[in-house]
Structures are given as structure tokens and as C-alpha cells.
Nanobody, 115 residues
Framework: QVQLVESGGGLVQPGGSLRLSCAAS????????MSWYRQAPGKERELVAR????????NYADSVKGRFTISRDNAKNTVYLQMNSLKPEDTAVYYC????????WGQGTQVTVSS
């Protein structure tokens, strides 16, 4: 079965960095686009970044452009989200997502940006 396991979240001060990882299994990782979403308290889940199968097509939410970088390693079945210059408004639970016939989500990893 499809499994997505996120890691790398935590508490960081404003201006700091974190790197999230999502280890995927149960499907052919290299032939599916992968995405990161986030959901802040009281807000709807929103797309943060998306990467195509080869990494040649990448999209970011306007709020993270220039600060976040999505990447993937098809040999390791892993997608990453490098987050730099973090702001308090980046505080959220971050989810890995893939659509393999239906929607699959990881369990989420908490990112808290606070001094």
C-alpha cells in the first residue's frame, strides 16, 4: 500500500532553516509528481510546492517563492523541502502528497517558527 512518511519538522527561530523529507513506498515513485502541502491552525490546507517526475517542472506558492526549494531523489524514493528564511507565518503542519489513482497523504510534520 502507498505510504508517505514525513520527517524533519521542529521548532526554529525566524530566519532559520529546516529540511523536510518524505519517504515514499508502495508505488513507483519515479513516475508520479510529488507535492508538499501545509495547514495552519484555523486555515485550509494549501499547496506549498510541486515537482514533476524528473524535476523539470516545479511550482511554488507565491508565499514561499525564493525561500523554499523542493527536490526529489528517485533512487531513494524521497522528496525534500528545503525551507530557508522561515517566518512565523510558515508555522503549520506540512504534508507530503501524491495522487496514485486516489489521493494519499502522509501523517504530517509540525513546523513551528517562533522566537
Amino acid at each position: 500500500q502507498v505510504q508517505l512518511v514525513e520527517s524533519g519538522g521542529g521548532l526554529v527561530q525566524p530566519g532559520g532553516s529546516l529540511r523536510l523529507s518524505c519517504a515514499a513506498s508502495g508505488f513507483t515513485f519515479s513516475v508520479y509528481d510529488m507535492s508538499w502541502y501545509r495547514q495552519a491552525p484555523g486555515k485550509e490546507r494549501e499547496l506549498v510546492a510541486r515537482i514533476s517526475v524528473s524535476g523539470g517542472r516545479i511550482n511554488y506558492a507565491d508565499s514561499v517563492k525564493g525561500r523554499f526549494t523542493i527536490s526529489r531523489d528517485n533512487a531513494k524514493n524521497t522528496v525534500y523541502l528545503q525551507m530557508n528564511s522561515l517566518k512565523p507565518e510558515d508555522t503549520a503542519v506540512y504534508y507530503c502528497y501524491v495522487r496514485v489513482a486516489t489521493n494519499y497523504w502522509g501523517q504530517g510534520t509540525q513546523v513551528t517558527v517562533s522566537s
